[in-house]
């Protein structure tokens, strides 16, 4: 059966590494989007609040109702609120991110149809990323207007694009000072300003001295940081494993699974285990890309992925059906695995899908 384990007391070893590295009055924002980034947003976020987060973030507004309807009350953001879920951000008390001067426009009226005054919201400044955000001039539009808008305005921010290159690195210089101007004139405008925030996981680990008064927190807290040497300060959280199914004996000439994908140069022991692409495996695997552990050794994965199953080769390795296979766990992580297939922890964790059952240690 494959399961993926998450490890809790990992979670708090990650929580408690990353919150050793900041000043103890930077608060952090656990992000929870994507179903804590393929893991399991459910078991994990209310443990990240008991671990002391002081919000939770997710992408989308159904995200957040999905939070809000396990029981979730402390404050929810949505990173990438859309026009057409304005009302169920309110309707659930999500905060949204006020992207653009046409989306702030748009929820207040939302807003003001409903009655709702001071509503919690946070400002997305476009330092140089190019993803979304408001520019400088719009920063400056909304703080001459903001009176008229019935927001409580939260928390001002902005992502970099590279926090995990080496510094010096000009571009992410230029994304902080071109924030840091922002954050200066919106101090100019409150009596009592906003949060401020700018650093993502393998921000905290580059640019401490940038961690203001908020860090945005993801992939750190499942165990990953970007460069191997901060990854060596955390601890993967979730170990993905499955049995075999069935091992059988092919002849040298013999192909193994659709399309031929992989022909036998000499007799050769195959293994077959019980997940493929639908369980967020991707085709890019196989065919000599990848392997999986198998009684300590390493098993390539043979043929094209299939969508229920894949193939490994176990002509080497001393097996029998129903010994495990570890596809990745804290020895052999989930990085090393995605490299192999040329992308990266994020894409192969947030691919796994709901037919993996979950199971919390
Ligand atoms: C996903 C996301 C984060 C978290 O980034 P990690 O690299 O996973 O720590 C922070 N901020 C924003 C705006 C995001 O979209």
Request: a neutral charge.
């Amino acid at each position: 059966m494959t399961q993926l384990n998450l490890d809790l007391k990992k979670l708090t070893h990650n929580f408690t590494t990353i919150k050793g590295r900041l000043k103890t009055t930077t608060k952090i924002m656990a992000v929870v989007k994507a179903d804590a980034y393929g893991l399991g947003a459910t078991a994990l976020s209310k443990q990240l609040i008991s671990l002391g987060a002081d919000c939770l973030a997710v992408a989308y507004a159904h995200e957040g109702v999905s939070l809000r309807k396990i029981g979730v009350d402390c404050p929810i953001i949505v990173f990438y609120p859309q026009y057409e879920r304005i009302d169920t951000i309110i309707d659930y008390t999500l905060e949204p991110s006020l992207f653009s001067s046409d989306f702030i426009e748009a929820f207040a009226t939302a807003l003001k149809q409903k009655k709702c005054v001071n509503y919690p919201a946070h400002l997305k400044c476009n330092t140089g990323l190019n993803r979304i955000g408001l520019s400088a001039p719009e920063v400056d539009d909304f703080l001459a207007k903001k009176e008229a808008f019935p927001f409580t305005l939260k928390s001002v921010y902005s992502h970099l694009g590279a926090s995990e290159d080496p510094r010096p690195n000009t571009f992410t210089q230029k994304q902080i000072t071109s924030f840091l101007a922002i954050k200066e004139k919106v101090e100019k405008t409150f009596s009592v300003p906003p949060l401020f925030h700018l650093l993502n996981t393998s921000g905290v680990f580059n640019y401490p001295e940038y961690q203001l008064d908020m860090v945005r927190i993801g992939i750190g807290l499942y165990g990953f940081a970007n460069q191997i040497e901060w990854d060596h300060l955390l601890q993967p959280i979730a170990s993905l494993s499955t049995t075999i199914v069935q091992i059988h004996s092919v002849q040298k000439g013999e192909s193994v699974g659709y399309n031929q994908g992989w022909i036998a140069h000499k007799e050769s022991r195959i293994g077959v285990l019980p997940l493929g692409h639908a369980d967020g495996i991707s085709r890019k695997f196989g065919k000599g890309v990848g392997g999986v552990w198998v009684n300590g050794k390493r098993a390539p994965i043979v043929g094209n992925v299939c969508m229920d199953m894949l193939m490994i080769d176990l002509t080497e390795i001393d097996c029998v059906p129903l010994d495990r296979a570890v596809l990745f766990d804290h020895l052999h992580t989930a990085r090393a695995l995605a490299e192999q297939a040329g992308t990266i922890s994020y894409e192969l964790m947030t691919a796994l899908s709901p037919r993996i059952q979950r199971f919390i240690e």
